[in-house]
């Protein structure tokens, strides 16, 4: 009978000094070690297990030599900076503000804009009324020839003329043999001459059309005198391509080379 209550009270001291399972520290959740992103490892541990609902602390560590990781691009941080600021714009409030800005100051608008057109015709003008007046340009060529005198002109004269005007007028000085380049920078000086008288005179034409010259210092006289100058620009390039295909003809002819030039 003893035995068995010894035994008996054994167990019973055995169970109590032994702490039950739900007492019992967690046992550590293994570290999972993941490759990360720019060649860093990520360590991941856990720090509450109840075999449920853990809770992890991450930590990266890097192994690319201790260096940080990479900064993004200055293309990258422009874009998003832009993409920021463009977010942030109120294209509405934008809109309301400048109705409103021409609401309250439409008076002060529409003179400057009046100033504003009138000082750029003006401007206009003048280099016109200059460009007219001065003589180094191939418009002016022989202004002291009248137009029609100037068309009666033995071409193969006046072409002897104008070739021999051009290589004077662009010859250069360290290499007075180069007769190719002279004839290459009057080729594109005379095309767009060509181009820049055209361009006035349709000016000019359209400002007499709406009668700005009642309040413009211009007169027909300056519509006149373009009209002039774009008749001479136009036979002189006449005049040159009309040489150049002679020119070329007699290359082939006599079996040499031919010189490339731009044509106006």
Same mark, same amino acid.
């Given at each position: 009978?003893?035995?068995?209550?010894? +035994?008996?009270?054994?167990?019973?001291?055995?169970?109590?000094?032994?702490?039950?399972?739900?007492?019992?520290?967690?046992?550590?959740?293994?570290?999972?070690?993941?490759?990360?992103?720019?060649?860093?490892?990520?360590?991941?541990?856990?720090?509450?297990?109840? +075999?449920?609902?853990?809770?992890?602390?991450?930590?990266?560590?890097?192994?690319? +030599?201790?260096?940080?990781?990479?900064?993004?691009?200055?293309?990258?941080?422009?874009? +998003?900076?832009?993409?920021?600021?463009?977010?942030?714009?109120?294209?509405?409030?934008?809109?309301?503000?400048?109705?409103?800005?021409?609401?309250?100051?439409?008076?002060?608008?529409?003179?400057?804009?009046?100033?504003?057109?009138?000082?750029?015709?003006?401007?206009?003008?003048?280099?016109?009324?200059?460009?007219?007046?001065?003589?180094?340009?191939?418009?002016?060529?022989?202004?002291?020839?009248?137009?029609?005198?100037?068309?009666?002109?033995?071409?193969?004269?006046?072409?002897?003329?104008?070739?021999?005007?051009?290589?004077?007028?662009?010859?250069?000085?360290?290499?007075?043999?180069?007769?190719?380049?002279?004839?290459?920078?009057?080729?594109?000086?005379?095309?767009?001459?060509?181009?820049?008288?055209?361009?006035?005179?349709?000016?000019?034409?359209?400002?007499?059309?709406?009668?700005?010259?009642?309040?413009?210092?211009?007169?027909?006289?300056?519509?006149?005198?373009?009209?002039?100058?774009?008749?001479?620009?136009?036979?002189?390039?006449?005049?040159?391509?009309?040489?150049?295909?002679?020119?070329?003809?007699?290359?082939?002819?006599?079996?040499?080379?031919?010189?490339?030039?731009?044509?106006?």
């Amino acid at each position: 009978m003893e035995p068995l209550f010894y +035994g008996i009270l054994a167990f019973v001291a055995l169970r109590t000094a032994i702490s039950p399972v739900s007492n019992l520290p967690p046992t550590p959740a293994p570290i999972t070690s993941v490759k990360a992103p720019n060649a860093n490892d990520s360590h991941i541990s856990s720090t509450n297990g109840d +075999g449920i609902n853990n809770v992890y602390n991450v930590s990266f560590v890097n192994n690319n +030599g201790n260096q940080p990781a990479p900064h993004p691009t200055t293309y990258e941080t422009a874009q +998003g900076y832009f993409k920021k600021t463009i977010s942030g714009i109120n294209l509405s409030e934008i809109a309301s503000n400048i109705s409103q800005y021409c609401s309250e100051n439409k008076y002060y608008i529409v003179v400057s804009a009046v100033l504003g057109g009138y000082a750029y015709m003006f401007y206009k003008l003048r280099s016109i009324q200059s460009y007219v007046d001065n003589q180094p340009s191939w418009g002016g060529w022989k202004s002291g020839v009248a137009l029609e005198t100037l068309l009666a002109i033995p071409q193969d004269k006046l072409t002897h003329d104008l070739m021999t005007a051009i290589q004077e007028r662009y010859m250069l000085p360290e290499n007075p043999t180069d007769s190719l380049t002279p004839l290459i920078t009057f080729s594109k000086e005379i095309a767009e001459e060509k181009e820049l008288v055209n361009e006035y005179h349709t000016y000019v034409s359209w400002s007499t059309r709406c009668s700005l010259n009642k309040i413009l210092p211009f007169s027909q006289t300056l519509l006149e005198q373009l009209a002039e100058r774009k008749q001479r620009i136009t036979y002189l390039s006449t005049l040159f391509q009309s040489w150049l295909a002679h020119y070329k003809l007699e290359q082939i002819k006599h079996n040499r080379p031919i010189l490339e030039i731009p044509t106006a």
